[in-house]
Every structure is written in structure tokens, then in C-alpha cells.
């Protein structure tokens, strides 16, 4: 199993979307979480530690989760989705863009 974690800036549209499409993917394990004060899932080093594949929405995303939880990432995988902070949750345009961009690299 591979686990999986998904991170936007306040867990609420982008990375929910995620997990809830991948939840049943096979060979994987999904978590979302939220970089900013105040996400629904706030970030930890537990979530960052716990997770094997991180896709982070957008490239700032990146540089903050690098920032703050560098030491936690090793040679951890972290991928930039570069969708922007513009749909709503569970969006049909969103679902197609997370399945175009994630789907390559997942098992299965």
C-alpha cells in the first residue's frame, strides 16, 4: 500500500477532492490536509512523516510545505498539480483535472 497525501491551502475544495477520488484506488492510502491557520485538516509532521507520495496543488505549496516540514520530507516524492484555488468541491472539472495529473503516478 502506498500512501498517499494530498495538500492545498485549507483542506476544504482541492485535496477533499482528491482523497474522496482516490479513496478507492487500488494500492493506496490517501490523506488530505491544509498548509494555512485554520484548514479543516491542519498539516503535521505526523501526516508529512506518515505519507509516501505528496501532491501539493499548487508550486507555493511546495515551497511552504519545503519550508516548514523540510526535515520530515527525505527523499519523499512531492509532485505539483498546478491547479489553482478556483473550483468548488468535488467540481466535475476539478475531478477530471485530478485524474489526468495523479493517475500516472499511482500504482495500479
Known sequence: MTRVLFI???NRLRSPTAEQVFARHPGIECASAGLNRGA???LTAELVDWAELIFVMERYH?????????RHLGAKRIVC????????????DLVALLQSR???????
Do not use: H, W
Request: net charge negative; aromatic share 12%.
Open 62 to 70: 511546495k515551497t511552504e510545505l519545503s519550508a516548514r516540514f523540510g
Open 102 to 108: 495523479v493517475g500516472r503516478f499511482l500504482p495500479g
Open 40 to 42: 479543516d485538516n491542519p
Open 8 to 10: 492545498c491551502s485549507q
Open 81 to 92: 498539480l498546478d491547479i489553482p484555488d478556483i473550483y468548488p468541491y468535488m467540481d466535475p
